[in-house]
């Protein structure tokens, strides 16, 4: 989102000191420029951006175990253990029942791994590669899931509570309502707008002309606009019909 930026008083103490710049000095790394020129000081390494930081927390979080992990990987250290027993003790079954050594050992080789396979045992219970799964496609749509606990407990959330602004937005802007002056027709005042800021590149020009050109219908004639100028942290000025036109922020013409 378009966000006003400010330079700093003296750059070398920004320099001595970057952690405490104010908001309206820093640059995060990701961030567009719409127009200007900028001087931006890098004081942070790549391995300290939030992107490398969002990657080590999916990192951690597919490394975290459930407790259905937890339980599965204790019941792994004893299960193994008997099968492989039971394996020995069928190996000299021959010497209690009458019958060759190759059927007890076809038997213990083959019937035990197989019906009690500790492989088959483990991929049955261990939700490892659901919970892989789950957390990478999750990351994939901008959600972070710290590990397989969180994830699992899902199937019971029945309430989320969303504390942070911004959280559930779709980084588009849109306008939500438009309020003419007295005495100005809102076609009108459309109508100017979409003018001038159809000729600019801006994320909230563009959400403009999408809003205007939607209420002024498919039957309007959209006026040329002309000899734009861009304002930088104030707005636009051109011209419609040889009439200046100014579109900006509010405390730009006062």
Do not use: C
Request: hydrophobic letters at 45%; aromatic letters at 4%; zero cysteines.
């Amino acid at each position: 989102m378009p966000v006003d930026k400010q330079a700093v008083d003296d750059s070398g103490r920004a320099a001595r000191q970057p952690d405490g710049l104010a908001a309206e000095h820093r640059v995060y790394a990701g961030t567009i420029n719409g127009s200007g020129v900028l001087e931006v000081r890098v004081t942070k390494l790549a391995m300290d951006s939030t992107l490398a930081r969002l990657v080590r927390m999916v990192g951690e979080a597919e490394a975290q175990k459930s407790p259905t992990q937890r339980f599965t990987d204790r019941f792994e250290r004893i299960f193994v253990p008997v099968v492989l027993s039971g394996v020995a003790l069928l190996l000299l079954a021959f010497l209690v029942i009458d019958e060759p050594f190759g059927d007890s050992f076809y038997r213990a080789v083959a019937g035990v791994p197989v019906a009690a396979s500790p492989l088959r045992g483990r991929r049955a219970s261990d939700p490892s590669s659901a919970v892989l799964s789950g957390v990478a496609r999750a990351a994939r749509g901008g959600v972070l899931v710290k590990g397989g606990g969180p994830l699992e407990s899902l199937g019971t959330v029945r309430a989320i509570a969303f504390d942070k602004t911004g959280t559930l937005t779709e980084g588009r802007p849109r306008v939500t309502d438009v309020v003419p002056a007295p005495g100005v027709d809102e076609r009108d005042l459309l109508t100017v707008l979409v003018a001038v800021e159809a000729l600019s590149d801006h994320p909230l020009a563009t959400a403009v002309v999408h809003e205007g050109r939607a209420r002024l219908g498919a039957d309007w004639q959209e006026p040329v606009a002309e000899n734009l100028r861009s304002i930088t942290g104030r707005g636009l000025a051109a011209e419609i019909g040889g009439v200046p036109v100014f579109v900006g922020k509010r405390r730009a013409v006062r």
